[in-house]
C-alpha cells in the first residue's frame, strides 16, 4: 500500500508539473508555434486538473519542503492564472452587451441569428433542417458545407427567400439564409484564397439596417485542411477594421477556430470595438459535441454596442462536431 501511495503521489507530481508548464506556455502568445497557440484552447480543462492536483499535493503532503510548497504554488498560481482567463465568461461577472426582456423587445428591430458548423462529413441534415423549424431563426448562416450539403439544403432555400452560398470540399463552406433583405453582399477571402466570407448590409422591418459579417477563420493550429500554422492570423483583424470603417450596428458571427480569450480575440474585439455576448452568461463551449470533456466556445456572435440580448442559446447536437449557437438581438431604434 505504501508503495502504491507513492506512485500515485508521484504520478500526481507529473500531472502538477505538466499542468504548470502548459499554464506558462499558454502566455507565449506573440509565437508562430502551433501547439504552444494550441495551450490557449483547454484552460478550462487545465483549470480544473490543477485544482485536482492541487487538492490531493495538500492532502497527501505530510512533511513540507521547499519542493513541495514550491509545487503547490505553481499549482496554485496556475489556476489562478486559468480563472483569470475564464471569469469573464461566467455569470459572475458583468455583460459586455446588456440584456432586454423579449417582452419588452420590438420585433421590428430585432433579428434571431442561428450559426451552426455543419460538419463536412455529416450527412444528418434532416436534424439540422429540424432545428432550423423549431428555432425559426431570422438568419441561418451554416458552415463547413460541400456541395453535397449545398444540394441537401433546398428545404432551407425554400424557407427563406434571400440565399448567399459558397460551397467547398475543403471544410470552409458557406451557406447564409434570411428572410430579411440585404444589400452590397461581399464573398471576400480575407487571407487564404480559398476560404470565404459574407459581408452584407441587412434591414430589418422597421428599415433599420446593420452590417453582418459571417466568418469562418483557419485555426492556428496545425490541419490537413487550410490552417494559420506559422503564419499571422490576420482574417479576424481585417473584419474588425472593416467595421471600424462602417461605423454602423453590426454582427460579426461565425465559427472562429479560436477560443473566446484568445489574443486574436481580444485584438478583433478591440480593433472593431465590439462587444462578445458570451460576456457574463457562460462559457457556451460549443466544440467537440462528440466529446464530453474536451469542450471549448469556437462559435461567437459579436455586436456593436447598439445591440441589446434577449436570447442566447446553445441548441442540441445534430450530427457535426459542433452545437449550434442562438442569438436573438434587438437593435436600438433611433
Not at 508539473?17 to 494550441?38: C, E, G, H, R
Not at 434571431?112 to 463536412?120: C, D
Not at 431570422?138 to 440565399?163: I, S
Not at 469562418?216 to 490541419?223: A, E, F
Amino acid at each position: 500500500m505504501h508503495t502504491l501511495k507513492k506512485i500515485v503521489y508521484y504520478l500526481i507530481v507529473l500531472l502538477s508539473v505538466i499542468t504548470i508548464s502548459a499554464t506558462l506556455l499558454s502566455l507565449l502568445y506573440d509565437v508562430n508555434v502551433w501547439w504552444i497557440k494550441a495551450l490557449d484552447f483547454p484552460r478550462i480543462q487545465l483549470l480544473l486538473l490543477g485544482g485536482i492536483c492541487l487538492l490531493i499535493i495538500v492532502t497527501m503532503t505530510h512533511r513540507w519542503t521547499l519542493g513541495s510548497m514550491l509545487l503547490a504554488a505553481g499549482l496554485l498560481t496556475s489556476v489562478g492564472l486559468q480563472a483569470y482567463f475564464i471569469y469573464p465568461y461566467t455569470p459572475l461577472s458583468g455583460t459586455d452587451v446588456r440584456s432586454l426582456d423579449a417582452s419588452l423587445a420590438s420585433s421590428d428591430a430585432s433579428v434571431s441569428l442561428l450559426i451552426a458548423n455543419v460538419y463536412m462529413h455529416n450527412r444528418q441534415v434532416g436534424s439540422l433542417v429540424e432545428v432550423v423549424e423549431e428555432i425559426n431563426p431570422d438568419m441561418v448562416l451554416l458552415m463547413e458545407t460541400d456541395q453535397w450539403w449545398m444540394n441537401a439544403l433546398q428545404p432551407l432555400r425554400l424557407r427563406y427567400p434571400h440565399v448567399q452560398e459558397y460551397a467547398a470540399d475543403n471544410t470552409y463552406g458557406m451557406g447564409l439564409y434570411s428572410r430579411y433583405p440585404w444589400q452590397d453582399m461581399q464573398v471576400k477571402f480575407l487571407q487564404h484564397d480559398s476560404v470565404p466570407s459574407f459581408h452584407a448590409e441587412v434591414q430589418l422591418p422597421n428599415g433599420q439596417s446593420f452590417w453582418f459579417h459571417g466568418v469562418h477563420p483557419v485555426p492556428p493550429v496545425y490541419s490537413k485542411y487550410p490552417d494559420n500554422e506559422g503564419e499571422e492570423e490576420v482574417a479576424l483583424i481585417k473584419v474588425g477594421r472593416m467595421v471600424a470603417q462602417h461605423q454602423q450596428p453590426t454582427v460579426v458571427a461565425g465559427d472562429f477556430n479560436d477560443v473566446a480569450w484568445s489574443n486574436t480575440s481580444r485584438l478583433f474585439q478591440v480593433e472593431g470595438q465590439l462587444s462578445d455576448t458570451r460576456v457574463g452568461r457562460g462559457l457556451y463551449n460549443s466544440f467537440d459535441a462528440q466529446s464530453s470533456v474536451m469542450r471549448w466556445p469556437l462559435d461567437h456572435v459579436y455586436v456593436s454596442g447598439d445591440f441589446a440580448l434577449t436570447k442566447l442559446q446553445r441548441l442540441n447536437k445534430f450530427g457535426s462536431d459542433h452545437f449550434p449557437i442562438h442569438a436573438v438581438m434587438v437593435l436600438k431604434e433611433e
